[in-house]
């Protein structure tokens, strides 16, 4: 049954997360249209009393807002471009993940064409959309965050970071800089303690701990990157940390595996000792991430 607080949403893509999207608005009484670029995917949401589309201009007759869940930038623009002259007048929410300057470029071109953009970054897997740990970060256009409101929060808890279109964005490929350089590091770990047969889940077990564990320190090397003086609180040196690396580095090779996930951080780390830092902390490797 539809609720009169949700405007029409047209769905445009229903890949994984597309699919978990348009559940969630149909299950939280959003009358919802569907369009898929391979037919087929919509019949449960059909089934279920969703409407499905034929072609995408169709799909965005109707809706007040128009989400747009596809794999890239170009894909949304292969989509939105022939249709431009449907959407005028519409409100559009892009949850493809596109870089900051995508999202930018594709604000660009919305508002050259009189539609109103919203950008979002979807810090969640398909199965955890509708549930309490998903969360959404958006930015753009505050007008269609405040009309919608209610609707987005029927897929996770809300955030506007502001009017610049690519601060969702930003936040979003920030945050999973962190995931993929983690996994990366769960990867080789496993692969180390492997070399001596343990299972990767007897290792991940302990490893989730030991993560949980090291996030306490971020907030503390936040204060001190902000302050700009790595000299004054220094738990850890340079110095000591290559070594720490060129140690781990070893373990690696000595086990037969490679230490590529560690080897980018490690040759900043490098670059920072041999430019004369190794008594400063070694949060001072983010300057050598900013080219310093
Ligand atoms: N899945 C996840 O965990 C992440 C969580 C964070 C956000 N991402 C982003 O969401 C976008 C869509 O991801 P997805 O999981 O739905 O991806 P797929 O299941 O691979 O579905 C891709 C859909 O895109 C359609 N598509 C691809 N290329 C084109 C194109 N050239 N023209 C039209 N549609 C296109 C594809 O259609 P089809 O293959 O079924 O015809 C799917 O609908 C993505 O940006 C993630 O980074 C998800």
Same mark, same amino acid.
């Given at each position: 049954?539809?609720n009169?607080?949700?405007?029409?949403?047209?769905?445009?893509?229903?890949?994984?997360?597309?699919?978990?999207?348009?559940?969630?608005f149909?299950?939280?009484?959003?009358?919802?249209?569907?369009?898929?670029?391979?037919?087929?995917?919509?019949?449960?949401?059909?089934?279920? *009393?969703?409407?499905?589309?034929?072609?995408?201009? &169709? %799909? #965005?007759? +109707? =809706?007040?807002?128009?989400?747009?869940? @596809? !794999?890239?930038?170009?894909?949304?623009?292969?989509?939105?471009?022939?249709?431009?002259?449907?959407?005028t007048?519409?409100?559009l929410?892009?949850?493809?993940?596109?870089s900051?300057?995508q999202?930018?470029?594709?604000?660009?071109?919305?508002?050259?064409?009189?539609?109103?953009?919203?950008?979002?970054?979807?810090?969640?897997v398909?199965?955890?959309?509708?549930?309490? *740990?998903?969360?959404?970060?958006?930015?753009?256009? &505050? %007008? #269609?965050? +405040? =009309?919608?409101r209610?609707?987005?929060? @029927? !897929?996770?808890?809300?955030?506007?970071?502001?009017?610049?279109?690519?601060?969702?964005?930003?936040?979003?490929?920030?945050?999973?800089?962190?995931?993929?350089t983690?996994?990366?590091?769960?990867?080789?770990?496993?692969?180390?303690?492997?070399?001596?047969?343990?299972?990767a889940?007897?290792?991940?077990?302990?490893?989730?701990?030991?993560?949980?564990?090291?996030?306490?320190?971020?907030?503390?090397?936040?204060?001190?990157?902000?302050?700009?003086?790595?000299?004054?609180?220094?738990?850890?040196? @340079?110095?000591?940390t290559?070594?720490?690396?060129?140690?781990?580095?070893?373990a690696?090779?000595?086990?037969?595996?490679?230490?590529?996930?560690?080897?980018?951080?490690?040759?900043?780390v490098?670059?920072?000792?041999?430019?004369?830092?190794?008594?400063?902390?070694?949060?001072?490797?983010?300057?050598?991430?900013?080219?310093k």
């Amino acid at each position: 049954m539809t609720n009169t607080q949700h405007s029409p949403v047209t769905v445009l893509g229903l890949g994984a997360m597309g699919s978990a999207l348009a559940w969630a608005f149909h299950k939280g009484g959003v009358a919802t249209t569907v369009w898929n670029r391979t037919p087929g995917k919509d019949s449960e949401l059909v089934a279920a *009393g969703a409407v499905s589309a034929a072609t995408a201009g &169709e %799909a #965005v007759r +109707t =809706a007040e807002l128009v989400v747009v869940v @596809l !794999l890239d930038h170009a894909s949304v623009h292969e989509i939105l471009d022939p249709i431009a002259a449907q959407l005028t007048g519409k409100q559009l929410l892009n949850l493809t993940s596109t870089s900051p300057e995508q999202s930018r470029e594709l604000a660009g071109w919305a508002a050259e064409h009189g539609i109103e953009i919203l950008d979002g970054g979807i810090m969640a897997v398909p199965a955890m959309i509708g549930t309490e *740990g998903s969360s959404i970060l958006y930015s753009g256009s &505050e %007008a #269609v965050f +405040t =009309a919608h409101r209610p609707t987005l929060e @029927l !897929l996770g808890s809300v955030e506007f970071f502001g009017t610049d279109p690519g601060l969702a964005a930003l936040w979003d490929f920030s945050l999973l800089t962190i995931m993929y350089t983690m996994f990366g590091g769960f990867f080789q770990g496993a692969a180390l303690v492997g070399s001596a047969g343990v299972t990767a889940s007897e290792f991940a077990a302990r490893a989730s701990n030991w993560v949980a564990a090291m996030s306490q320190l971020l907030p503390p090397f936040g204060r001190i990157i902000d302050t700009g003086d790595y000299t004054s609180e220094v738990f850890q040196d @340079l110095v000591f940390t290559k070594t720490a690396l060129d140690t781990l580095r070893q373990a690696a090779s000595d086990a037969g595996i490679t230490a590529e996930p560690l080897a980018g951080f490690a040759d900043l780390v490098d670059r920072q000792v041999t430019a004369g830092h190794g008594a400063a902390a070694f949060e001072r490797t983010i300057e050598a991430l900013r080219g310093k």
